[in-house]
Nanobody, 121 residues
Framework: QVQLVESGGGLVQPGGSLRLSCAAS????????MGWYRQAPGKERELVAAITRRGSTNYADSVRGRFTIARDNAKNTVYLQMNSLKPEDTAVYYCNLNIITTAAMLGRYYWGQGTLVTVSS
């Protein structure tokens, strides 16, 4: 069994910052890719940022230069530092991790429960 717990969402004014965290626990052998997605009301879920196990990153054009994804392999945790937030960043943010469990020894994707980020004055 694997559990993902997200934290760090909330209400912030335009131009402000937030840091999201997603911690995985359970019968984990290793974690491959980690990513953050978001879904705004009435829109499809979209990739925000991703990071490989070796630390290579990828960002959506809309957040490049403002958001930073990072991971701590020892803690099985991925972070998303969000700076210069804009109202259009308002969405539910989900982490998505490719986890190899000790039981299956095969990677599969797990989703976090989602955390709401609201950017408004």
């Amino acid at each position: 069994q694997v559990q993902l717990v997200e934290s760090g969402g909330g209400l912030v004014q335009p131009g402000g910052s937030l840091r999201l965290s997603c911690a995985a626990s359970g019968s984990i052998f290793s974690i491959n890719d980690m990513g953050w997605y978001r879904q705004a009301p009435g829109k499809e879920r979209e990739l925000v940022a991703a990071i490989t196990r070796r630390g290579s990153t990828n960002y959506a054009d809309s957040v490049r230069g403002r958001f930073t994804i990072a991971r701590d392999n020892a803690k099985n945790t991925v972070y998303l530092q969000m700076n210069s937030l804009k109202p259009e960043d308002t969405a539910v943010y989900y982490c998505n991790l490719n986890i190899i469990t000790t039981a299956a020894m095969l990677g599969r994707y797990y989703w976090g429960q989602g955390t709401l980020v609201t950017v408004s004055s």
